[in-house]
């Protein structure tokens, strides 16, 4: 009988250790690939192109000229606004609309978000369409209201920011609403009782309480809301009617048009790099949120 | 801290219905001012309903519920000033120890230096000092029970309500905590109410207990005489162990197997009805030879023994088919003196130990 180290199988095991995390490797491997082939190459892509100039050669020209003109950074501004709009506007319909579903019985809560959920089977554009028939000026709520003596002449509903933020609002509002309505609902009954035990009255312990238990699932869901609305392309076109220019809108033109991929993929650039800073920034604050004990345990 | 004042409860007719189920049956109880009163009963027995209602997270169908000389049955929970230490102990995990603590002080517009004075002799008192800038997660599940503890104490009410607060904690760190709440009590004085399941808990840390069941109070006693003498089977088979055995009424005695038992002086026996022998398995002896005082004899044969450590458990086949245990303390002359199965054995019982009960047909 070897004894010893041998019989202990040391050099053995390690071995084992290593086959299978060369395994589960390769388990990830075709994950690995799509993403590459899907997300790496293109964007590499796009990043290559936006700096060569239109005879080819390398150069910062794009950026330069979204630098120096103004209307670009008009269009960067109308993103941010229609995006931030859009978020603040989700977050106050969004907030008690989870509240109202956190609180109800559970079978109940489940009805009412197959309600919120809907909006996600039918096509964007149809409902974006929708709203068009809605918001028109010889649409539903046009000639309703006008029926009804509450205003004489048609209101600009549609093709504006009004119309823009609407149509953005509704499609927007499931993406706050779902991890916001899960964080409350993880939200320890327990903790309330306390807080009336202690001598909180309803108000003050949802503001002491509550409200700073249910911020993560806010900062996560009015995050994804931002982000999604900085890339928005359908809604905003359709029903923004030309006056809302956002940056993926006059990244088509610049491609349907003037077949300018350099110009397009420059501005593509840009917005990634400014939605990651965001990102960035946001996960900072849901940290710093962590940081304080945040977090419904 | 010092000895604070005090309030008694008083519960009147009390019930709560969840449709078809009683949990509360027009429960009465009187809680008396500075007294550790628990309530003990069987998970869905409704001692946690009754707690909730003294808490005000729980509206009864009708009842009454008076805070010393106040009514508070109609009382929102947050204007009826009692302390509670929650199972979960709830400790808000935006806070750190201190703002936990301090939440109470904070929401009674107490000054900011009151607080921290207040927040701080808290900790001292759940021998917590210097916790004060901790995070809740980082808090062992002892040291959370006692925040939990110092956050229901500090705003100096005049009751204090927990529910089952040692369930989460190991055995050990349970019974240590089970003296320490005990002495706090002692200290602070404030009449308390404590529910749980766990019969030794009850017995001891309480004045008196109320064994609940059904949504009733099944006996209200000190702890010494809900074990001695219980007043029904479910008390007596709720609290430590015990075994029964049918008893007969024949011409004013009682007979166990045809022969007459003694009972206790000076208390009569039973007029009527089917009665049950109440036999706890520490109370059992085994007799060798005469007995040196008056003992209820029992013949049978042993049928094994268990060896638990501190003491063992010697099973007993009783000759008229009945199964008893008696338990002994471990020693090296009692296990040498076990008899091998299938060996006659005879168990005495003291007559002042001999307690019938009326057998209500469980």
Known sequence: ???????????????????????LFGLSLPAVLLVLVIMVVPVGWLFWLSFLADDGSLSLEHYRRIAQHPSYFRIFRTTFEVSLATTGICILLGYPLAYLLSQLPRRWAGLCLLAVLLPFWTSLLVRTYAWLVLLQRQGLINSWGMELGLWQEPLPLVHNMAGTLIGMVHIMLPFLVLPLYGSMRAIDRDYLKAAANLGAGPTRAFWLVFLPLSLPGLVAGATIVFILCLGFYVTPAILGGGRVIMVSMRIATDIELFFNWGAASALGVILLVLTLAFLYAASRLARLDRMLGGGAR | MARGASLPITIREVTKTYGAFRALDRVDLEVRSGEFLTLLGPSGSGKTTLLMVLAGFTRPDQGSLLFGEREVIRLAPHKRDVGMVFQSYALFPHMDVAANIAFPLRLRRLPAAEIRRRVE????????GGYGDRRVDQLSGGQRQRVALARAIVFEP???????????LDKQLREHMQTELRQLHERLGMTTVYVTHDQREALTMSDRIA???GGRIMQLDSPRRLY?????????????ESQFLPVTLSEGRCLLDGRPLLLPEGRSPPEAGPLLLMLRPERLRMVTGTPAEPLNLLQGRAAGAVYQGDSYVLHVELAGGARVSLRGVSSAETLAALPEAGAPVTLGLRPQETILLADEGT
Not at chain 1, 3 to 23: K, Q, S, T, V
Not at chain 2, 159 to 165: A, V
């Open chain 1, 1 to 23: 009988m070897a004894a010893g180290a041998a019989a202990l199988h040391g050099p053995a095991l390690a071995r084992d250790a290593r086959r299978e995390r060369a395994r």
């Open chain 2, 121 to 128: 002799e808290a900790l001292e008192t759940v021998k917590l």
């Open chain 2, 158 to 168: 005049r009751i204090l309500l927990m529910d089952e607060p040692l369930s989460a």
């Open chain 2, 211 to 213: 064994v609940i069941d």
């Open chain 2, 228 to 240: 001695e003498e219980p007043a029904n089977r479910f008390v007596a088979e709720f609290i430590g």
